[in-house]
């Protein structure tokens, strides 16, 4: 008899592993959101919101033998899922993949879909009539909103704030310098080695004044906060023996276990096994959770499998400045303008995700 396997969130691990899996065991995907958020486009669409139309992708054709339950989790113990609607869902093996939230207009709040398209027109709109845009963080999303706007919206005067001296500083000195010459002559003023100290919304852009910490003060027609993903753990934060790690995220063991729970995993942004919060690390991620499930299900121990090897901090990164330019660390060299565009600026995946969705692009 197949395996029953509970996927609790649709992202980037839950949809595709609810897809690899769905002729060799029992899927059930559990995701309250009516559409795909390709995050990688939400950077773009905040100059161009057209791009919505495709950074949204229906889930309705993913899966083809398992069920799709439009319900958010409330809670998991060892047989199974209880969903906020009351429903049930038993299960042999549960896979967490809660991943994580961000500022606005670049994820929704919860399942608001339509609230995020609203919340991408609203912002577009005043990032349109703004002439001064503050960036405040200055990590990909951050530097690739600088790239975008500049690109887009060459009249735009713009200025990248970071607390660290250097952009990208975990990784080899030429992706942040090269990146850093480029927003120069695109005209943007980075501002490094400065915090700002007195945001008025961590999550929400806003017009107004930052205090900066070397005692200056600057006006700004749009700030956009930029600081990061927080994870969404609160769902297997009640499992017996969790800890938490940094921006909320669930430490796990080498087999992606957060709890005592021997069937429960959790993977992606809410997890951290020693990948940084990206897509990215779904290309280790992803085929590990594959092989181990695959294994289980044919009976194989758990322990008896290898565990999972993180990127660790040398994992790749695509930072496109607009569909022309950009910067790539790809492990054996750095990569400029032409890769970048090819691998990520030009498409930014969405062909790629489309296919996932069972949804093609001709
Ligand atoms: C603007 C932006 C651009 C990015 N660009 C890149 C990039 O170019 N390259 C890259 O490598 N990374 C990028 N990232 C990071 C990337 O988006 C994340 O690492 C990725 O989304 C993590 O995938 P995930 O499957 O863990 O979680 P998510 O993609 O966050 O998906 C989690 C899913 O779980 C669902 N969910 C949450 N709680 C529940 C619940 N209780 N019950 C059921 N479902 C639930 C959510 O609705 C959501 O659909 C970007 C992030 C942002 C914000």
């Known amino acids: 008899m197949s395996k029953r396997i509970a996927i609790v969130g649709g992202g980037y691990i839950g949809a595709d592993l609810a897809k690899s899996l769905d002729d060799s065991a029992e899927v059930s995907l559990i995701e309250p959101r009516s559409h795909f958020v390709h995050a990688p486009a939400m950077i773009r669409a905040v100059v161009d919101p057209s791009l919505l139309d495709r950074a949204l992708i229906p889930y309705d054709r993913l899966l083809k033998n398992g069920r799709l339950l439009r319900a958010r989790a409330a809670d998991i113990d060892e047989s199974g899922v209880t969903l906020d609607n009351g429903q049930r869902v038993e299960a042999d093996y549960i896979v967490v993949a809660t991943g994580s939230s961000n500022a606005t207009p670049f994820k929704p709040e919860g399942d608001d879909v339509d609230g995020l398209r609203r919340a991408n027109q609203r912002v577009h709109d005043q990032l349109k009539a703004a002439r001064t845009i503050a ?17 887009a919206m060459p009249d735009k005067k713009i200025t990248l704030i970071s607390n660290l001296d250097r952009l990208f500083p975990t990784m080899p000195d030429k992706l942040g310098t090269a990146l850093a010459g480029k927003l120069r ?23 107004g004044r930052l205090a900066l910490s070397d005692g200056s003060q600057h006006d700004f027609d749009l ?35 957060p709890s005592s729970l021997p069937n429960v995993f959790a993977a992606g942004d809410v997890a951290d096994a020693g990948d940084a919060m990206t897509i990215v690390a779904t290309s280790r991620l992803l085929p590990w959770l594959k ?8 009976g194989k121990p758990l322990d008896q499998m290898k565990p999972y090897k993180p990127w660790g901090p040398n994992a790749p990164i695509l930072v496109p400045l607009g569909p022309k330019r950009g910067n790539s660390f790809l492990v054996l060299f750095t990569a400029g303008d032409l890769l970048t565009r090819k691998m990520k600026g030009a498409d930014l995946f969405l062909r790629k995700y489309h296919k996932l969705l069972n949804r093609p692009e001709s």
């Open 223 to 257: 700030i956009f906060p930029v600081l990061g993903s927080r994870a969404s753990s609160d769902l297997v934060e009640g499992l017996p023996g969790t800890q938490k790690g940094t921006a909320n995220r669930v430490k796990v063991d080498p087999w992606l276990r």
């Open 185 to 207: 002559d695109a005209g943007v003023t980075l501002v490094l080695g400065k915090r700002a100290e007195n945001l008025q919304s961590l999550t929400e852009p806003y017009a």
């Open 291 to 298: 092989t181990t499930l695959k294994g289980l299900m044919a």
């Open 135 to 151: 960036i405040v963080g200055a990590g990909a999303v951050g530097t690739e909103l600088a790239g975008e706007i500049a690109h």
